[in-house]
């Protein structure tokens, strides 16, 4: 029995390597993933493998499904990402749902639904004091109005979480993305995980019961907010590790399997040093996480900071690692849907997203200044 999760783990590991196959490189061009690929994933609760089992979930813990997590980062990014959304959403329901509202709304997240989390716009993006999105009372209805922006999966998604203002503070509702008054624009240009189903989403008038409105609002927006981001960051860290090691592994292939001047390239020792710097990001990156997923595990009080600092050593590594591995090799890799192309794209949006480098640097320096205080 002991041995039973590992087993689950690797069947899982397989499954994504078998449904993914060679396909990544076309799903990236067309910018779509197959609808029914992710319904099938979701409804084996795939993409939200730490939901509890009571809700139809896995009730992994967060190393397995990070484990997981970086597996599929190392095929597809843009999937990895769909994960990610979709567990940011049975996450967010967990923290702040009610306990009428858990197994309902999380359940049809392991039952093939997909769900995306909405909380940047234009102008609130780690400023989370200056949302505009308003949620408001209304009878026995709820009013939701504003523009998001940037939401991973919500080209896919049946359930929009949205967080917004409320009279009192904040608070994240659930939106049917198919709710009169609901506008999706895909975002058709996206720089990297071309396929992860970004866009835009516009809620202009929409009315929903008030049972909608999950239990846990009047909070403050960062509060709110940074329960969905701590899940983020933790699987962006370790998809981030996944891209390292994709590249990682490209890289060994062309070096051990090319020669130039009658030697290996992987040989030669300015190409080594690439390979080591590879090897390297990817251990700090993978100690990290470890590390994070541990903590989060644990119920640790530093399982926050500790996702900031796993985001931000796995996303720099895996920008500068891509960044490597094209240089490795060279224009075998620079076309679009090599994985190193895309890894390359890919990473650079993990920068970004779910926190700047900046913004998750910012907190480090505070978190240290504290911590020495």
């Given at each position: 029995?002991?041995?039973?999760?590992?087993?689950?783990?690797?069947?899982?590991?397989?499954?994504?390597?078998?449904l993914?196959?060679?396909r990544?490189?076309?799903?990236?061009?067309t910018?779509?993933?197959?609808?029914s690929?992710?319904?099938?994933?979701g409804?084996?609760g795939?993409?939200?493998?730490?939901?509890?089992?009571?809700?139809?979930?896995?009730g992994?813990?967060?190393?397995?499904?990070?484990?997981?997590?970086?597996?599929?980062?190392?095929?597809?990014?843009?999937?990895?990402?769909?994960?990610?959304?979709?567990?940011?959403?049975?996450?967010?329901l967990?923290?702040?749902?009610?306990a009428?509202?858990q197994?309902?709304?999380?359940?049809?997240?392991t039952?093939?639904?997909?769900?995306?989390?909405?909380?940047t716009?234009a102008?609130?993006?780690?400023?989370?004091?200056?949302?505009r999105?308003r949620?408001a009372?209304?009878?026995?209805?709820?009013?939701?109005?504003?523009?998001?922006?940037?939401?991973t999966?919500?080209?896919?998604?049946?359930?929009l979480?949205?967080?917004?203002?409320?009279?009192?503070?904040?608070?994240?509702?659930?939106?049917?993305?198919?709710?009169?008054g609901?506008r999706?624009?895909r975002?058709a240009?996206?720089?990297?995980?071309?396929?992860?189903?970004?866009?835009n989403?516009?809620?202009?008038?929409v009315?929903?019961?008030?049972?909608?409105?999950l239990?846990g609002?009047d909070?403050?927006?960062?509060?709110?907010?940074t329960?969905a981001?701590?899940?983020g960051?933790?699987?962006v860290?370790?998809?981030?590790l996944?891209?390292?090691?994709?590249c990682?592994?490209?890289?060994v292939?062309?070096?051990?399997?090319?020669?130039?001047?009658?030697?290996?390239?992987?040989?030669h020792?300015?190409?080594?040093?690439?390979?080591?710097?590879?090897?390297?990001?990817?251990?700090?990156?993978?100690?990290?996480?470890?590390?994070?997923?541990?903590?989060?595990d644990?119920?640790?009080?530093?399982?926050?900071?500790?996702?900031?600092?796993a985001?931000?050593?796995?996303?720099?590594?895996?920008?500068?690692?891509?960044?490597?591995a094209?240089?490795?090799?060279?224009s075998?890799?620079a076309?679009?849907?090599?994985?190193?192309?895309?890894?390359?794209?890919?990473?650079?949006?993990?920068?970004?997203?779910?926190?700047?480098?900046?913004i998750?640097?910012?907190?480090?320096a505070?978190?240290a200044?504290?911590?020495?205080?």
């Open positions: 029995m002991a041995d039973a999760p590992h087993a689950a783990a690797s069947e899982a590991e397989e499954l994504f390597t078998e993914v196959g060679d990544a490189a076309e799903w990236d061009r910018g779509e993933l197959p609808l690929l992710l319904r099938d994933l409804s084996r795939l993409l939200c493998a730490q939901a509890p089992a009571a809700h139809g979930g896995l992994w813990s967060s190393r397995r499904n990070g484990e997981l997590t970086a597996h599929v980062g190392a095929l597809c990014s843009s999937l990895r990402s769909v994960m990610t959304s979709q567990g940011m959403a049975a996450w967010t967990r923290r702040l749902a009610g009428d509202q197994a309902p709304l999380t359940s049809r997240l039952s093939g639904e997909l769900a995306a989390v909405a909380f716009e102008g609130a993006g780690s400023d989370l004091s200056a949302l999105t949620i009372f209304d009878g026995d209805e709820i009013v939701v109005d504003g523009v998001k922006v940037w939401a999966n919500a080209a896919y998604a049946d359930l979480v949205v967080f917004g203002r409320t009279e009192e503070g904040a608070g994240a509702v659930v939106v049917p993305a198919s709710a009169p609901v999706i624009e975002i240009d996206a720089h990297g995980c071309r396929a992860a189903g970004h866009a989403i516009h809620l202009d008038g009315r929903l019961p008030a049972d909608a409105l239990q609002h909070r403050t927006p960062a509060l709110l907010v329960t981001l701590s899940y960051r933790m699987s860290a370790w998809g981030s996944g891209i390292l090691r994709g990682l592994a490209a890289a292939r062309h070096t051990s399997g090319r020669e130039q001047f009658g030697t290996r390239l992987s040989e020792q300015l190409v080594a040093r690439h390979l080591a710097e590879l090897f390297i990001a990817e251990q700090h990156a993978a100690r990290a996480c470890e590390y994070a997923s541990a903590q989060w644990e119920g640790s009080p530093d399982m926050v900071i500790a996702a900031v600092l985001k931000h050593v796995a996303a720099t590594g895996a920008a500068r690692g891509a960044e490597r094209v240089q490795v090799l060279a075998a890799g076309r679009d849907g090599h994985v190193v192309a895309r890894a390359h794209r890919d990473a650079k949006l993990m920068e970004i997203i779910e926190g700047s480098n900046e998750c640097e910012l907190i480090l505070r978190h200044v504290s911590a020495a205080g």
